[in-house]
């Protein structure tokens, strides 16, 4: 069995509970959505933002690798990263890259469709490979990809559980959140 197996559930996971949490956020107003609820950024507009912040910056990181070494920096990116690599940069993790609900779902889902598309291409190789890269400070950095999607898909849950209790606060409950639920029966 590949390595790539949990990562593309992991991916699959991403979608399917980004889904779950524009359509539950999608029933409140723009004012509820923008509201501070003294969350580490903000509203739940404002966290939603910082996981598609995140995911753009590393997906940015992940475009420069290819099926064999690193590709040096301003090599073609990955295909299934080009367009995310024509996104603009975002300049801080608190960065509010869209006011309102409907543009920021656009973004998520061209991320999302990105990450599937890119995961499901990797190789084992692939995630054997380090990635160098400049943290948000510029701090040189060289760690192995598997661990680094680890950390990726481990950020998206981490604020989406954030997400998800700011919607429970507002009276909008998500239903079932667990990987589990995406995990297929063994039963013979």
């Known amino acids: 069995m590949s390595q790539n197996t949990n990562f593309k559930l992991m991916a699959d996971y991403n979608i399917w509970m980004n889904t779950k949490l524009y359509d539950a956020a999608a029933t409140l107003s723009a004012a509820e959505l923008a509201a501070d609820k003294g969350a580490f ?37 990955h295909a299934a990263l080009a367009g995310v ?34 995961i499901a291409e990797l190789s084992d190789d692939d995630l054997a490979q380090n990635v160098q890269y400049g943290n948000m400070k510029g701090t040189p950095q060289c760690k192995p990809l598997d661990s680094l999607l680890l950390h990726f898909f481990n950020h998206q849950t981490h604020h989406r559980g954030q997400v998800s209790t700011l919607l429970f606060q507002a009276g909008v409950d998500i239903g079932e959140t667990d990987l589990r639920a995406l995990i297929p029966d063994k039963l013979n």
Not at 89 to 103: G, K, V
């Open 41 to 77: 950024f903000g509203s739940i507009l404002g966290t939603l933002n910082h996981i598609v912040v995140a995911d753009t910056v590393w997906l940015q990181r992940f475009a420069r690798l290819s099926h064999t070494p690193l590709a040096p920096h301003g090599a073609e990116p």
């Open 85 to 118: 690599c024509q996104l603009p940069s975002p300049a801080s993790l608190s960065a509010l890259l869209f006011a309102n609900l409907t543009e920021l779902r656009q973004r998520r889902e061209l991320l999302d469709a990105a990450i599937s598309s890119w």
